[in-house]
């Protein structure tokens, strides 16, 4: 029973053991001599000093910082600016997405004149938070690790694909421009 407890999900309420064989730590209650789960999380035996606990699996929650790395999908594209749905912060994904905000004068390091050129609707895109000071946080796609990382494309929705140096649609041939990341494509790290 001991050893098939360790490690197990437990919800509150349910039943661990009772105090002959262990007794309750963090995240336990016991009730007349019975060990029950208070929250939410997985069971942990110490079976050296037979105590039982439960560490919660929900920890602070996860929100963009100054300094994040964000995984997004783009949104909406306008003439200087990208609204980007951001669904992974530091590795952690989000549920429900956060929203940030791309300006076009964060977006590469050379001059772009319209947003367009760096990304667009449904492309997926990795950046950095750079101020979280106004309700929206604000991202940046410069750096070598930045920018697109998978797109699709604006005509028929097909996957975009590089060969060379040209993005092309592997379903309608299209070409289109991007700001992409080192590790675009296949290699991008893209999160299912």
Known sequence: MIKKLDGQFVVPGEKLGVVEEFMPGRGTV?????????????AAVDSNR????????????????EGSTIIGV???????????????????????PFTGMLHISNSSPRFERFMG???????????????????????????????VIKAYCSRC??????SGRILRCTLCLNVERRRLADDFGPGGNVPS
Not at 157 to 162: A, Q, T
């Open 30 to 42: 016991e009730v007349n001599g019975t060990v029950y789960s208070s929250q939410t999380g997985v």
């Open 50 to 65: 037979h105590i039982v606990s439960v560490k919660t699996s929900a920890g602070p929650p996860v929100v963009p910082e």
């Open 74 to 96: 783009v949104e909406k594209v306008q003439e200087k600016m990208a609204i980007v749905n951001i669904v992974v912060v530091d590795g952690h994904k989000l549920q429900p």
């Open 117 to 147: 050129d760096v990304c667009k609707p449904n492309d997926i895109i990795r950046g950095k938070v750079i101020d979280v000071s106004q309700r929206i946080p604000k991202l940046t796609t410069v750096g070598r690790d930045m920018g």
């Open 157 to 162: 929705g097909g996957e975009l694909v590089l």
